[in-house]
């Protein structure tokens, strides 16, 4: 059972654009909603993060909506650059530790030139 | 410099022949985890550690084992590997306090024959 809907799987942009990367989920006992960037060959890193109870928040070009009521967030990344180029994967966590986070299967992003 | 890292970072091996990927932090972080990276599935949690000696299932256990005798370290042991062991393996590591940033590694590909 896929607990976060990730989508869409791959997305392609012209430099400047601004890709958005939606997530579902059913799990109302979420409560902490990170996103983590990938470059090839390395690691996940976390990038941004919400809780439930703003509906924004941003991070330099990085901006997480969140809809508490329809249950979906997104990442915006405004004045896209070649470098943004990653694979993104949302994320969330229930009440009882960061042992059981829960990622969606990843969004390839390509930002052409 | 705060890491976590793993060896080997690429593995080639045979059904059957029993392997250890290792993994060490120097964060004194409290948790760490196991996660597998197919294509497609996103990463998913193979097992996972609050602290010494206290180990947990994640979402896909079946056909791993691990251990954490000390705080730094956490092995990922394949007692007879499969060819659908094939896989990208990450390490992470955080400090266990709720809505702590996950650290991964850098990775270790894994090809079983």
């Known amino acids: 059972q896929q607990q976060v809907k990730q989508s869409p799987q791959s997305l392609i942009v012209q430099k400047g654009g601004i890709p958005i990367i939606n997530c579902a989920y059913e799990?109302?006992?979420?409560?902490?909603f990170p996103w983590y960037q990938q470059f090839p060959g390395k690691g996940p890193a976390l990038l941004i993060a919400?809780?439930?109870?703003?509906s924004e928040k941003k991070e330099g070009r990085f901006t997480i909506s969140f809809n508490k009521s329809a249950k979906q967030f997104s990442l915006h990344i405004m004045d896209s650059q070649p470098g943004d180029s990653a694979t993104y994967f949302c994320?969330?966590?229930?009440?009882?530790?960061?042992?059981?986070?829960?990622f969606g299967k990843g969004t390839k992003l390509t930002v052409n030139p | 410099e705060a890491q976590v890292t793993q060896n080997p970072r690429y593995l080639i091996t045979v059904t059957g022949k029993k392997l250890t990927v290792t993994c060490s932090q120097n964060?004194?972080?409290?948790?760490m985890s196991w996660y597998r990276q197919d294509p497609g599935l996103g990463l998913r949690q193979i097992y996972y550690s609050m602290n010494v000696e206290v180990t947990d299932k994640g979402d896909v256990p079946e056909g791993y084992k691990v251990s954490r005798k000390e705080k730094r370290n956490f092995p990922l042991i394949l007692e007879s590997p499969s060819p659908n062991q094939t896989s990208l393996y990450f390490c992470?590591?955080?400090?266990?306090?709720?809505?702590?940033?996950?650290?991964f590694g850098p990775g270790t590909r894994l090809t079983v024959l």
């Open positions: 919400i809780r439930p109870d703003v």
């Open positions: 992470a590591s955080s400090l266990g306090d709720y809505y702590n940033e996950q650290f």
């Open positions: 994320a969330a966590l229930t009440q009882g530790g960061s042992e059981k986070l829960v």
């Open positions: 799990n109302t006992a979420f409560d902490y």
């Open positions: 964060m004194n972080h409290e948790y």
